[in-house]
């Protein structure tokens, strides 16, 4: 089991960037590919992106191409999501997940492959 802790969200102008951490407790980090995801209101949560347990892979939706990089650093067990270019269509709440798998090389972009959720962190980018 992983316990998942967010931060690093705020407000921020658009244009700007913030760079989100998830910090992982529990059994070991690198075991979990992982993801990004978020949540504006009164919508569903939605895939960012995806990081493969071995750090090789990638995987991030459309409308974040260019703009976002996911990355891990698997001795600190932290999770990242650097975020450039800031629209208000990214204002959400972020959250990260982990899925336990075997392989090294996957990513999922499905909210029901992940086991495990942190508490999000919001994110609000003001025009």
């Known amino acids: 089991q992983v316990h998942l802790v967010e931060s690093g969200g705020g407000l921020v102008q658009a244009g700007g960037s913030l760079r989100l951490s998830c910090a992982a407790y529990?059994?070991?980090?690198?075991?979990?590919?992982m993801g990004w995801f978020r949540q504006a209101p009164g919508k569903e949560r939605e895939f960012v992106a995806a990081?493969?347990?071995?750090?090789?892979?990638?995987d991030y939706t459309d409308s974040v191409k260019g703009r976002f990089t996911v990355s891990r650093d698997n001795a600190k067990n932290t999770l990242y999501l650097q975020m450039n270019g800031l629209k208000p269509e990214d204002t959400a709440v972020y959250y990260c997940?982990?899925?336990?798998?075997?392989?090294?090389?996957?990513?999922?972009?499905?909210?029901?492959?992940?086991?495990?959720w942190g508490q999000g962190t919001q994110v609000t980018v003001s025009a």
């Open positions: 997940a982990a899925k336990e798998t075997v392989y090294l090389t996957r990513t999922s972009v499905n909210t029901y492959d992940y086991g495990y």
């Open positions: 529990g059994r070991t980090f690198s075991s979990y590919a």
């Open positions: 990081l493969s347990r071995s750090g090789g892979n990638t």
